[in-house]
Each structure stands twice: as structure tokens, then as C-alpha cells.
């Protein structure tokens, strides 16, 4: 299968470990992954702040980069909810825009989804033999509906000890721009989820999502926690071998 | 309430951030909004069509509001025919002109009020007080707002920031004849309130409502509350004028089938409220008024997108859940309107001219909690960005986006911007200064990597 | 231009070319439950009412039991012997019901006979209503099916409560701080 990695612009520039992971864990599943490399920014900063103009332009970018591949891969929750489910609203319903969206959308999954709903596997032969707490993103949570996907994942990794976080379902506060933009509620909603993680006992949070992982690991590392934070694509992708 | 919202200065991002230093604010919030988070999730999981009741009670909505002009005609019909005196009010002003002249003729100086949020919007008791007209909330919650001279911050429960002792100490300096061993037990406080309103729920003979719901075709009204307050005002005195908000209205009788299951559980979260009175007309000898409000509803219907926050039955589900209403308070939001549904529907309702209403559309994180408890499915998170690209924008910002948006468009341009971030990655202070700063002032900020995984794609795999 | 003109020219405006909505009605109408008398009862008592299931031979005792002390308000039409009592003064009301709803513990008055006007109902503390298990229907579109708009409607869950203080429920406010309700069946 012929299955096209999105990067997302965030992990494309501050994350590229998790980009590496997933290209060594489909591999490991037998697919076949390309990188597009004009490919870009899915557009939902510059939509979800009002900037709609320049993310429309970067969203008719995103379906020119991806046209024509069996399955587009996103280690991201937030940005394929980006492209699943706000893309459609921003095209003229008919126009050539819309069509383009409507011929990418179905196509493009979270890792997750693509892991169980696309390969069915369930079981990715991972070994990760530490203490780990999952915090489903608001968006992979409520946008997506990934449910326990992840966890499913995570459950089947070796010597993983998965431990319920507390009020998983908040929010961590970090809404892209809200972070900055209200940043007193949003460094509060992140004090309380902080404060859940720590009660967990866990060392790694994992999420689907680097740019929630950023404010949370960006608040735990100021409070000198020692809690690492984990892309759900990393922890798949560990092994015996690069343990 | 003598307190106006009118002309609050600040905005969100400001007063949220007072709110969330005052620790007792955020606990009572929190003790408060998990509490009926709770309750409400346990009745609503109590019905198996909870979904299909939602998909009705939104379809219904927006069925009303295609052909509201049509409903609206049938309801004054109705309620003429029932022996109601109909009236309509483009805006606040005239509203407040209908009712004032409606008591003045009356020969009373006092009336009496059941919680409504339209006059709440259109600031009625401060325009009868102008006139020499004193209203007196009954509600217990806008009791202690009244009393406590402050302003609401929840629609349901106006008084949602103040905890026992807090309603306690309100009650002892201003409730003439309180016991002066008043407790704080909350059985105690409302046995206070009790007989605080009694005697004036008997000698009124004025009363002012809003409504839940109007019913077109029958001409009905209809009301839920808990305490008996409501039904102390629409029973017992001689005139009874109700203001309601046109989008108030179903169009039959059978419609509250969906709707009295939906308000109950996704408000008080219970499987149903203690008291629902309906009425159509003049009932039991008494005098009738229905003034309708329009007051910005029918720009909010003119907005393709906007509008579905007219099909709002004020349950406040999405104020209970909302993470930044439980730290910010509802007074951050300088609006009858707080919580997410407020920061939809008040920068439509007002306009975005000024500072704080302009900072409404962003007070969200859109973590979409408010879309998935709405009984009628008002995709909150949309409306939000939709305002977003309406609201006006700093010029410092207009110009950093324009920037980001002419370097995402272009890989080239966006490697190039990698590879001087990379450069530069020991040099990145701890603290950011100008906006930045408010990302480092709780949050460190990741290592920027030596090499994007462009990069290192174009390095490992097209060689 | 009238205000109703104005406002009703402005909807006009607003929604011209809006498509309009079918409703799709795939909830409940009428839901199974096994023993409406049951759930009634059992929903009626999470309100923290009092409640008796009896067959129709025992109420009469249990209603003179009731009252016993009390100076009550028995409205025309009740079924039963007795005095009017004054609203201002009287201990309790004494009435019937127009339908039940057995999902959400509902009693309807309609304020029919034996049922009294909404201030009788309203005033004194003490409510005792007899609602016979005809009355009783599942849920709350069967409720709505069989009352009449036209007539004024009391929908009582429960004795008066109020969940203003710290969202947690009190009873005992404006109305009836007691709910006594005896299911004749």
C-alpha cells in the first residue's frame, strides 16, 4: 500500500523523532511510505484564529500535495480533524475546491485509525517497558472520535504498565493560539493537568498530539518534574532492539 | 440588580485573568460545575434516544427559525384569541417602554420578577427603576445577585461564584428580620429566602416573566423552574406581562414532547424539573401581556452560520462543561450571556466594536466539550471560528500571520525557515519577549531540533 | 413602520433562500415499561416525596391518616366530604391529578375538578395528591398526547427544591415543602 505521510508543520520543525517513528513503524507493517515533499501546513492555525483567507490557501495546497495516494498518515489528531472535518466548510459547495476536498478527505487518517481501521492490526510488536499515562487529545477525542483506539495500541505494547489518568477527557488548555492568547486560563487548565499526570505515578505521558504535548511538557519541565512526554508514534515504533 | 454590564471595560483575556488568581472563585466553580456534570451525565445516560431527542429538538429549531415569521403571526393569533394583549419590541428601549407603560398603568410601583434572561439582556429592572418601578427578583440565585448587589456569572444559576457562607453573610446584612443565627446550611438559606418573599409574593399585584417556550399553535407559554417562585408570579398576581425572545418560540403543541425531556436533564440534570407551569392567555381573571423581543435576534438569524445559536433553550450544559468558564467565571465574559454559548451569541447579538466583544469569539480552547452536551447540537466550535475571521485583528498580529502564511505556502520557504531556526538553536532565550513571553512565563519551550524531518528525509531517503 | 411589520420584514430578509428542515421523530413516543405503577412510584420517592401504592379499597383510611390534625383545602369536585379551607391559613391541599408520568415521577394537574386553582395548589405547604394507575403513563410524550393546551397546566416533580446554593439540590422553597402522593390502584 501506497500510504502518504503528513508530517504536520509542527513536527515537521520541532518534532521530527516522531516523523522518523512512523515511517520505521509503517515500515515495520509493510507499507510502503513516501513523503511529499512540497507538502506544507494543513491550514488550522491561520483558519482557527480568523486568518480564513490564508488558510483556504493552504488548504487547496494540501489537497494538490495529496491527490492521487491510496492513504494520507497524520500523527496528529488535531490535523486530521483539521482536514476530516473543517476542510468541507471552507470550500464553495460545487466549486472545483470542494470536489478536490471531498476526493482527499476519506482518505486521510490519524495513525491510530490507520493502524487498527486500515492495516487491522492491533498488536505492532512494540516493547516499552515503562510506567505510561495517555491524555486523548480534545481533538482526536471529540473531533475524531478515536475512542480507544490508542489505548487499544498502547495496551499490546511489551512491558508497557498503561495507568488511568484522571479527568483525561479536559482539556490540557493549549487550543493553538488560545495558549497564547489567553494565557492565564490556559497555563490554569495546564497547572490541573499537570497536576492529574503527576498523581498517576507515570514517567511518560503519551498523547497523539506534539502541540498539546508541547504545553503540557512545556509546563511539566518548568515544575522540574522528571515526567517525559511521548508521542504515541514513538512508543509504537520502540522495540528490543532500539530500547 | 443595580449592577449594569453596560460599558464593562477590560477584556477576556484580562478579567479571566484576575478571575484565576481568586482561589475561592475557582473553587467554587469547580465544586459546582463537576457536581452537575456529574448529575447530568447520569440522567441522560438514563435514556436510550438521547440522540434522536437531540437530532428532533435541533431540527425542530431550525424549522422554527426558516419560518419564524409565519410562527410568529399564528402565536400573537393564538394568544389574542386566548384574551393576551400582544406587543413587539424592535430593541432593548422599547421593550423596556412597553413594559414600564404597562405597569404605570397598573397604578403599582412594585412588582415582583421570575428568573428570565431576556430582561436580564435588556436590563429591565434598572429601565423600571428609572421610572420609579422597583422589581424584585424571586429566584433564589438572583436573590443573592440582587441583594448582593452584584452581577450574574451562569445562566441558570446566576449565583454559581458564591458558596454557602458567601450566601450567608449576604443574607445577614441585607435581609431585613434574618434570624441573626442563620446557618449556612443550605436547607437554613432557603427557609430564609422563604420567608423573605412570602408576604410579598401575596400582596403583588404585578408580575414580569420570561418563558421557556411559546407554542404557536396553541398559544401556549410555558415555564420551568424549581423553587415555586415562577409559579408564585404567573399565578398570583391580577397583570402578568412576560417578555420573551422570538426565537423562544415551536410551532406545536407535540413539540414539547422533545424539549421538556431535553431542558430538564441537560440543565439541573434532572430527570425532570419541580415545577413546569403553562398557561395560554388570560387564566383565571388574570391580565395578560406577551411582549416579544427581537433586540439583534434577526441579524443573528441573517448569518448563515451564526444562526444556529438561536436554537439556544439556555440550559447552561455547555457552561458546566467548559474548562475555560470554570477558571475564567462567568463575569469575565461582561454578558448576561457567559460560557461558550455567550461567547457566540453576545458578540452577535452586540457587535464586535468593542474590545471586549471582539475577544469573546476567541475565549475557547475549542476543545468542543460544549458542541457534544448541547441538547440541540449547536456546533459551538464552529460558530467560534467562524466569528473569529469576522472579528477585527491587531495589525502587529494581521501582519506575523500574513508572514507564517506566506512560508507555509511554500516548501522551499518553509525549509529555508527550518534550517535558520536550527542555526539559531542555542540561542533561544529561556523567557520569549513581546507576545511570546506569555508561552514562557508558565511553559518552557521545546529544543528546537539541529535538523527538520524534511531534512532529514531528503538526507536519509531520496539520496 | 410598526415594530411587527419591522420585525417581521427583518426574518423575512433573513432567511430568504434558506432551505427548510424535515424533523425526524425517531425517539421514544411510547416507551416500554413493565410496571409504570412501579417506576412511578420508585421516581416519585428519588424526589424525596412520600409515596404509597394501595389498592383502591385502603385509601380513604390512608387519606384520613393524612390529613389527621391538618386543616385542609379540598378543592369542588374532589372526590371525598369535606370543608373549603382559607388559602392564607391552610395546613394542606388535598387533589387529584390529570395524568402521571412514570420515566421522570411527573404529576399533571390540569386544574380540572378535584384538582383546585393553581394558588391552592400552590400556597400551603402540605400537597397530597391521589393519582389512580390510569393515570400513569410511561413517558413524557404520552403525557403531552392526552393534556389540553387551552387548559392551565401544573407539571409537579417533587416537593419544591432549589439547586442555587453550590448546584446541589435542597427541597423546600416557595411551594409545598411536602409531597405526599398515594397511587390508588
Given at each position: 500500500m501506497r500510504v502518504a505521510l503528513f508530517i504536520t508543520c509542527v513536527n515537521d520543525t520541532l518534532f521530527p523523532g516522531t516523523g522518523k517513528a512512523v515511517v520505521s513503524l509503517l515500515r515495520r507493517l509493510g507499507c510502503d511510505v513516501d513523503f511529499p515533499a512540497a507538502q506544507t501546513c494543513c491550514g488550522q492555525m491561520h483558519v482557527n484564529t480568523g486568518y480564513r483567507e490564508e488558510g483556504v490557501r493552504l488548504a487547496r495546497h494540501f489537497t494538490e500535495v495529496f491527490a492521487g495516494y491510496d492513504a494520507v498518515v497524520a500523527p496528529s489528531g488535531s490535523c486530521a480533524a483539521m482536514v476530516r472535518e473543517q476542510y468541507p466548510k471552507l470550500a464553495r459547495p460545487g466549486s472545483k475546491g470542494a470536489a478536490a476536498i471531498a476526493e482527499v478527505v476519506p482518505k486521510v487518517y490519524e495513525l491510530s485509525e490507520f493502524l487498527?481501521?486500515?492495516?487491522?492490526?492491533?498488536?505492532?510488536g512494540a516493547y516499552f517497558p515503562h510506567r505510561v499515562t495517555y491524555h486523548p487529545t480534545c481533538h482526536s477525542l471529540r473531533?475524531?472520535?478515536?475512542?480507544?483506539r490508542p489505548t487499544r495500541l498502547l495496551r499490546n505494547v511489551r512491558g508497557l504498565e498503561l495507568v488511568p489518568l484522571p479527568?483525561?477527557?479536559?482539556?490540557?488548555?493549549?487550543?493553538g493560539t488560545f495558549a497564547v492568547k489567553n494565557p492565564a486560563v490556559s497555563a490554569a487548565m495546564g497547572a490541573d493537568k499537570t497536576r492529574n499526570i503527576l498523581d498517576t505515578g507515570a514517567e511518560v505521558l503519551c498523547a497523539a498530539d506534539n502541540s498539546c504535548l508541547m504545553h503540557i511538557g512545556g509546563t511539566l519541565s518548568r515544575q522540574k518534574t522528571g515526567v517525559r512526554t511521548m508521542h504515541l508514534a514513538e512508543i509504537l515504533a520502540s522495540t528490543e532492539e532500539n530500547q | 440588580m443595580s449592577a449594569t454590564f453596560l460599558g464593562m471595560p477590560g477584556n477576556f483575556p484580562k478579567n479571566a485573568a484576575k478571575a484565576v488568581q481568586d482561589s475561592q472563585l475557582r473553587y467554587n466553580l469547580r465544586k459546582a460545575t463537576h457536581t452537575i456534570r456529574g448529575k447530568r451525565a447520569n440522567v441522560v445516560g438514563e435514556l436510550p434516544d438521547w440522540q434522536e431527542l437531540r437530532a428532533a429538538g435541533k431540527a425542530i429549531k431550525d424549522h422554527t427559525l426558516r419560518n419564524l415569521d409565519r410562527y410568529l403571526v399564528q402565536l400573537e393569533a393564538a394568544v389574542t384569541r386566548a384574551g393576551g394583549t400582544v406587543h413587539w419590541a424592535r430593541d432593548a428601549a422599547e421593550a423596556n417602554a412597553i413594559v414600564a407603560g404597562l405597569v404605570k398603568a397598573t397604578g403599582e410601583t412594585e412588582v415582583v420578577k421570575v428568573k428570565s434572561m431576556a430582561t436580564q439582556e435588556i436590563e429591565l429592572n434598572q429601565a423600571l427603576a428609572a421610572q420609579g418601578i422597583t422589581a424584585y427578583e424571586t429566584d433564589l440565585a438572583e436573590l443573592i445577585v440582587q441583594l448582593g448587589d452584584d452581577f450574574p456569572s451562569?445562566?441558570?444559576?446566576?449565583?454559581?461564584?458564591?458558596n454557602r457562607s458567601e450566601i450567608r453573610e449576604i443574607f445577614l446584612e441585607?435581609?431585613?428580620?434574618?434570624?441573626?443565627?442563620?446557618?449556612?446550611d443550605p436547607p437554613a438559606l432557603a427557609e430564609a429566602a422563604r420567608l423573605h418573599l412570602r408576604e410579598r409574593f401575596l400582596k403583588s399585584k404585578v408580575a414580569i416573566s420570561g418563558a421557556n417556550f411559546m407554542i404557536a399553535e396553541t398559544g401556549t407559554l410555558v415555564v420551568l423552574e424549581s423553587e415555586g417562585n415562577g409559579r408564585m408570579c404567573l399565578t398570583l398576581p391580577e397583570t402578568l406581562i412576560s417578555v420573551v425572545g422570538i426565537?423562544?418560540?415551536?410551532?406545536?403543541?407535540?413539540?414539547l414532547e422533545v424539549f421538556l425531556q431535553l431542558l430538564p436533564r441537560s440543565s439541573t440534570?434532572?430527570?425532570?424539573?419541580?415545577y413546569t407551569s403553562m398557561w395560554t392567555?388570560?387564566?383565571?381573571g388574570q391580565d395578560f401581556h406577551l411582549v416579544l423581543l427581537d433586540n439583534g435576534r434577526t441579524d443573528v438569524l441573517a448569518d448563515e452560520v451564526g444562526r444556529?445559536?438561536?436554537?439556544?433553550?439556555?440550559?447552561?450544559a455547555c457552561l458546566n462543561v467548559c474548562p475555560v468558564y470554570e477558571r475564567a467565571?462567568?463575569?469575565?465574559?461582561?454578558?448576561?450571556?457567559?460560557?461558550p454559548i455567550g461567547a457566540i451569541l453576545t458578540p452577535q447579538l452586540r457587535?464586535?466594536?468593542s474590545d471586549l466583544d471582539a475577544s469573546l469569539p476567541y475565549a475557547?480552547?475549542?476543545?468542543?466539550a460544549c458542541y457534544e452536551v448541547c441538547p440541540v447540537a449547536i456546533d459551538i466550535p464552529e460558530v467560534l471560528v467562524d466569528l473569529r475571521a469576522k472579528a477585527p485583528h491587531a495589525a502587529a498580529e494581521r501582519a506575523g500571520m500574513k508572514v507564517a502564511g506566506w512560508i507555509l505556502n511554500d516548501h522551499q520557504r518553509l525549509a529555508r525557515a527550518q534550517r535558520a531556526a536550527s542555526r539559531l538553536r542555542g540561542l533561544v532565550p529561556k523567557r520569549l519577549p513581546g507576545p511570546m513571553s506569555a508561552w514562557t512565563d508558565t511553559r518552557d519551550i521545546p529544543e528546537i531540533p539541529e535538523e527538520s524531518f524534511r531534512d532529514w528525509w531528503e538526507r536519509n531517503e531520496r539520496a | 413602520m410598526s415594530a411587527r411589520e419591522e420585525i417581521l420584514a427583518r426574518i423575512g430578509k433573513a432567511v430568504a433562500g434558506a432551505a427548510d428542515v424535515e424533523i425526524p421523530r425517531?425517539?421514544?413516543?411510547?416507551p416500554q415499561v413493565e410496571d409504570v405503577v412501579g417506576l412511578f412510584a420508585e421516581r416519585v420517592d428519588d424526589y424525596r416525596a412520600i409515596v404509597h401504592v394501595l389498592p383502591a379499597a385502603e385509601v380513604p383510611a390512608r387519606i384520613d391518616e393524612a390529613v389527621a390534625g391538618r386543616r385542609m383545602i379540598v378543592p369542588d369536585g374532589f372526590d371525598r366530604d369535606g370543608g373549603w379551607g382559607d388559602l392564607d391559613t391552610a395546613d394542606g391541599v388535598i387533589t387529584s391529578c390529570a395524568v402521571a408520568i412514570a420515566e421522570t415521577g411527573t404529576i399533571v394537574l390540569d386544574h380540572g375538578p378535584g384538582q383546585g386553582t393553581r394558588a391552592q395548589t400552590l400556597v400551603p405547604d402540605y400537597h397530597l395528591c391521589v393519582v389512580r394507575?390510569?393515570?400513569?403513563?410511561?413517558?413524557?410524550p404520552e403525557a403531552i398526547a392526552r393534556l389540553d393546551p387551552a387548559r392551565p397546566l401544573t407539571w409537579i416533580s417533587g416537593p419544591s427544591a432549589t439547586s442555587?446554593?453550590?448546584l446541589n439540590r435542597v427541597e423546600g422553597v416557595h411551594g409545598p415543602r411536602t409531597l405526599e402522593v398515594i397511587i390508588s390502584t
Open positions: 487498527l481501521d486500515v492495516l487491522k492490526v492491533d498488536d505492532v473531533g475524531l472520535h478515536l475512542g480507544d479527568g483525561a477527557e479536559e482539556c490540557c488548555g493549549f487550543g | 451562569h445562566i441558570l444559576v446566576p449565583a454559581i461564584h458564591r441585607k435581609m431585613p428580620k434574618v434570624p441573626p443565627n442563620l446557618t449556612d426565537e423562544k418560540l415551536l410551532p406545536s403543541w407535540r413539540d440534570g434532572e430527570r425532570m424539573n419541580p392567555g388570560a387564566v383565571e444556529q445559536a438561536l436554537r439556544c433553550i439556555r440550559c447552561s467565571g462567568g463575569h469575565a465574559y461582561g454578558s448576561v450571556y457567559p460560557g457587535g464586535m466594536s475557547s480552547s475549542l476543545c468542543g | 425517531d425517539y421514544r413516543t411510547a394507575a390510569d393515570q400513569i403513563v410511561a413517558g413524557v442555587d446554593i453550590e
